[in-house]
């Protein structure tokens, strides 16, 4: 997880009206982010010329911000916040103060149709340092920042067998990985499953038990043997050392279908620690709940696909054996279910939740496409549960009819698995999206 990490900056032409106000307009800024609670890094100094403009870029860059504001102070020359935009390369805020002679919000407007023809974003604000919708637009987009930083520096590992493509191309990495990687910047790490498996079978049965034990206390009923889950306790254990070993800050086990069931337990043991491993090695999906989770400032999620639409009560059941949070059920309606040999997952009914923000990714060669929408969670019953696989099972429900909503899916070429995100984060994720150049799918 990455700290929100602000640049301020204040422009002026010297040549333009309004510069006096300059000097008492950024301190107000100052008080008011930091009473907001963000981490604010402020170049003291009106900056008036591109000397200055260099000089600040390289005190913010050895403060390694991950977003930046600019107010406006007057109408400034391109070629000064063309400095800003190409030494930092941070998502940026420009802000525009509410002084006619000024031209603050007209020189956004003609500095940022510059910049979206050149393939660049950015936000802006409007208003003085006091408006709490000026404020409340800073934080949201310095998470945009935050979650950028984030992705730069995230490592996720793939275990398990990988299906690549090869006609005179990489050798063990696919095209896809390579292009994802060019466009987020995070790394993936390639991990045999034997690695972990090997681990798990050195591990002494009375070791895994204390840890099962430790484990238990936190855990649903179990259904699976006894057998079972102390063979998940040593993979758990394994997989624990592999991610301290690649430092790791997530994994995605193809597990389907020659090992099922082997991560899945051990998934939703992690997501409740603050890791999350996916199941299948959904790597796209891996990304986006990471993201999410940064924008959120942490938290779990859950991840499934439809099982079907209920027109009657409006609703898309989501289900899945993979990698959910006992938290998002409680430890009363969690249990642990039996899966192959000695695999096991998490069955959960997921709780009712009033507000929910839903993502889901698709795409390769550089084009990515990702669904926002906001919704609802509804109450599933024990008997619906049951009926439903004794899995995670979501009632989730939109604005928009349950069928629109799949259709709307199928139609826009999403692949079939959801993440579920307690919370409204819709905006955020849609500028992430918009700075990361990747397009959005909305339910209409």
Same mark, same amino acid.
Request: net charge negative; charged share 25%.
């Given at each position: 997880?990455?700290?929100?990490?602000?640049?301020?900056?204040?422009?002026?032409?010297?040549?333009?009206? #309004?510069?006096?106000? #300059?000097?008492?307009?950024?301190?107000?800024?100052?008080?008011?982010?930091?009473?907001?609670?963000?981490?604010?890094?402020?170049?003291?100094?009106?900056?008036?010329?591109?000397?200055?403009?260099?000089?600040?870029?390289?005190?913010?860059?050895?403060?390694?911000?991950?977003?930046?504001?600019?107010? &406006?102070?007057?109408?400034?020359?391109?070629?000064?916040?063309?400095?800003?935009?190409?030494?930092?390369?941070?998502?940026?805020?420009?802000?525009?103060?509410?002084?006619?002679?000024?031209?603050?919000?007209?020189?956004?407007?003609?500095?940022?149709?510059?910049?979206?023809?050149?393939?660049?974003?950015?936000?802006?604000?409007?208003?003085?340092?006091? &408006?709490?919708?000026?404020?409340?637009?800073?934080?949201?987009?310095?998470?945009? #920042?935050?979650?950028?930083?984030?992705?730069?520096?995230?490592?996720?590992?793939?275990?398990?067998?990988?299906?690549?493509?090869?006609?005179?191309?990489?050798?063990?990495?696919?095209?896809?990985?390579?292009?994802?990687?060019?466009?987020?910047?995070?790394?993936?790490?390639?991990?045999?499953?034997?690695?972990?498996?090997?681990?798990?079978?050195?591990?002494?049965?009375?070791?895994?038990?204390?840890?099962?034990?430790?484990?238990?206390?936190?855990?649903?009923?179990?259904?699976?043997?006894?057998?079972?889950?102390?063979?998940?306790?040593?993979?758990?254990?394994?997989?624990?050392?592999?991610?301290?070993?690649?430092?790791?800050?997530?994994?995605?086990?193809?597990?389907?279908?020659?090992?099922?069931? +082997?991560?899945?337990?051990?998934?939703?043991?992690?997501?409740?620690?603050?890791?999350?491993?996916?199941?299948? =090695?959904?790597?796209?999906?891996?990304? %986006?709940?990471?993201?999410?989770?940064?924008?959120?400032?942490?938290?779990?999620?859950?991840?499934?696909?439809? #099982?079907?639409?209920?027109?009657?009560?409006?609703?898309?059941?989501?289900?899945?054996?993979?990698?959910?949070?006992?938290?998002?059920?409680?430890?009363?309606?969690?249990?642990?279910?039996?899966?192959?040999?000695?695999?096991?997952?998490?069955?959960?009914?997921?709780?009712?939740? &009033?507000?929910?923000?839903?993502?889901?990714?698709?795409?390769?060669?550089?084009?990515?496409?990702?669904?926002?929408?906001?919704?609802?969670? +509804?109450?599933?019953?024990?008997?619906?549960?049951?009926?439903?696989?004794?899995?995670?099972?979501?009632?989730?429900?939109? &604005?928009?009819?349950?069928?629109?909503?799949?259709?709307?899916? %199928?139609?826009? =070429?999403?692949?079939?698995?959801?993440?579920?995100?307690?919370?409204?984060?819709?905006?955020?994720?849609?500028?992430?999206?918009?700075?990361?150049?990747?397009?959005?799918?909305?339910?209409?």
């Amino acid at each position: 997880m990455k700290d929100i990490k602000i640049g301020l900056v204040a422009v002026a032409s010297p040549v333009e009206s #309004g510069g006096e106000r #300059g000097d008492d307009l950024l301190a107000r800024a100052e008080k008011a982010i930091k009473a907001a609670g963000m981490d604010v890094v402020v170049y003291p100094d009106l900056i008036w010329d591109a000397a200055a403009a260099i000089d600040a870029c390289n005190k913010l860059k050895a403060e390694k911000i991950n977003s930046l504001v600019i107010m &406006d102070i007057t109408w400034v020359i391109d070629s000064m916040k063309y400095i800003f935009t190409t030494q930092l390369q941070v998502p940026t805020m420009y802000w525009a103060v509410p002084y006619t002679e000024t031209f603050s919000i007209g020189c956004i407007q003609h500095y940022g149709s510059i910049l979206k023809a050149m393939g660049y974003t950015y936000d802006y604000v409007y208003g003085l340092p006091e &408006d709490q919708e000026v404020i409340d637009g800073i934080r949201s987009y310095a998470k945009v #920042g935050a979650a950028a930083d984030n992705a730069r520096n995230m490592i996720i590992g793939l275990a398990g067998p990988r299906q690549t493509w090869r006609v005179a191309g990489p050798q063990d990495m696919s095209k896809e990985e390579w292009d994802f990687t060019l466009k987020t910047g995070v790394t993936f790490v390639h991990i045999e499953m034997e690695e972990i498996t090997d681990i798990a079978d050195k591990i002494a049965d009375a070791d895994a038990k204390k840890t099962l034990d430790e484990l238990m206390k936190r855990s649903g009923k179990a259904v699976a043997s006894e057998e079972a889950l102390l063979y998940n306790a040593k993979v758990y254990m394994a997989t624990k050392e592999i991610i301290a070993k690649y430092h790791l800050t997530s994994l995605a086990a193809e597990c389907y279908p020659n090992y099922g069931g +082997l991560m899945n337990l051990i998934a939703s043991w992690m997501a409740d620690e603050g890791f999350y491993l996916d199941t299948e =090695g959904d790597l796209g999906h891996t990304f %986006i709940i990471n993201t999410l989770n940064q924008l959120a400032g942490g938290g779990v999620v859950a991840l499934g696909e439809a #099982g079907s639409i209920d027109e009657e009560r409006n609703i898309v059941p989501i289900a899945h054996e993979g990698s959910t949070p006992m938290s998002l059920s409680g430890l009363d309606r969690a249990q642990i279910n039996p899966s192959g040999e000695l695999g096991a997952f998490i069955g959960t009914p997921h709780k009712a939740m &009033d507000t929910v923000t839903t993502c889901a990714i698709v795409g390769n060669g550089g084009n990515y496409k990702v669904f926002i929408a906001k919704g609802r969670t +509804l109450e599933v019953t024990h008997d619906e549960w049951v009926e439903g696989g004794s899995k995670l099972l979501v009632n989730l429900q939109y &604005d928009v009819p349950a069928h629109s909503v799949i259709d709307q899916l %199928i139609k826009g =070429g999403m692949d079939h698995h959801f993440v579920i995100k307690e919370g409204d984060y819709t905006k955020e994720m849609e500028k992430f999206c918009d700075y990361m150049g990747f397009d959005t799918l909305k339910l209409v």
